[in-house]
Structure formats: C-alpha cells, structure tokens
C-alpha cells in the first residue's frame, strides 16, 4: 500500500475514532428516570435497552477502529489477521476497520449459525 493511501485510511479512521469516543460518552439515554405512571417506566425501559444496544455497538465499532489505527503505525494495516494475505482495497475503501480478507471473513461468519443468528457486526463488509 502506498503512504498517500495508508494516510488516507489513518485520517479515516482517526475521525471514526473521534465520532465513535464521542457517541460513546452521550449515556443521557441510559439514565434511569422514576416514573408513577407502569407504561412511562415501561417505555423509558424499552428505550434505555434500545441505547443500551446502540452503545455496545458503538464501544465495538470503536474497538476495532483503533485496532485498524494501530495497524496502520506497525506496518499491519490492510493484512488478513488470519491468512496474513492482502485485504482487497474495495474491502478497506468500505471498511477501513476490517481486520480480515473477505474468504476469512465469510469462514469466520459461517462459524455463527444460521444466517438470521449472526451478529449484524460479523457481516460487515
């Protein structure tokens, strides 16, 4: 890979990791609020699981794009963790964050269960 590209990929991702540290510490919405009224403390549940889930995704999407971060300063960046082959620039243009080529990827998916199990994070790009 080329500097001028891995610079793109590391600007990318260095925004991606500002975005994400910041959405990650916007917790107002799992604050629990008292409520007299059984639907109101039953919808503030509902919506605090709903940011609950949104949190966690963001915490992992933030995992990863600082892992790709620190691939890209240790000459890593852009290599299968697992077969150690190139990742397809398509994959990284769509994924700046991806850890492993695509035929990993599809093995490490197919390790999930049936289509409707898997994680919606396992079948990014």
Do not use: Y
Request: aromatic fraction near 4%; charge should be neutral.
């Amino acid at each position: 890979m080329t500097k001028s590209g891995l610079n793109k990929f590391r600007k990318a991702l260095e925004a991606t990791v500002m975005e994400l540290e910041f959405s990650t510490r916007q917790r107002d919405a799992i604050a629990i609020e008292n409520s007299a009224d059984d639907l109101d403390r039953r919808l503030a549940a509902c919506e605090r699981e709903i940011a609950v889930k949104s949190l966690e995704t963001d915490s992992v999407k933030l995992r990863e794009a600082r892992a790709a971060l620190r691939r890209t300063w240790d000459g890593t960046f852009g290599i299968c963790l697992e077969c150690d082959e190139e990742i397809s620039p398509r994959r990284l243009a769509a994924l700046p964050s991806a850890a492993l080529c695509i035929q990993c990827q599809e093995a490490a998916d197919g390790h999930c269960g049936p289509k409707q199990a898997r994680p919606a994070l396992a079948m990014a790009a």
